[in-house]
């Protein structure tokens, strides 16, 4: 399984991005995907995941409200939607997939992963 992360850039305070990934590969069996985040001299925080079975997504408290996942099953990509974004969203943006799991959220369990796209907010 690969994934390709993309879309990340230097955007203002309370402006949008969209982050996509895509995925290549047979995964057999339920899987969660998700986002993860990571900033200087901090330790990568889990942001969203999304269940591949019926699509529900789940969101960390500090960007419930403000982002979204989606996805498209014949692309086989899923989207990070980001609005209202902050200075403090600033950091690489990374995907994963979790084999077995319905919705992950500890690093640990994400067993294939993408390489990061950074997100800048300036404020």
């Known amino acids: 399984v690969q994934l390709q992360a993309s879309g990340g850039g230097l955007v203002q305070a309370g402006g949008s991005l969209r982050l996509s990934c895509k995925a290549s590969g047979f995964i057999s069996g339920d899987y969660a995907i998700g986002w993860f985040r990571q900033a200087p001299g901090k330790e990568r925080e889990w942001v969203s995941s999304?269940?591949?079975?019926?699509?529900?997504?789940y969101y960390g408290n500090s960007v419930k409200g403000r982002f979204s996942m989606s996805r498209d099953n014949a692309e086989n990509t899923v989207y990070l939607q980001m609005n209202s974004l902050k200075p403090e969203d600033t950091a690489v943006y990374s995907c994963g997939v979790a084999p077995g799991f319905y919705a992950a959220i500890k690093v640990e369990d994400y067993k294939y992963w993408g390489q990061g796209t950074l997100v800048t907010v300036s404020s």
């Open positions: 999304m269940s591949s079975s019926d699509g529900a997504t």
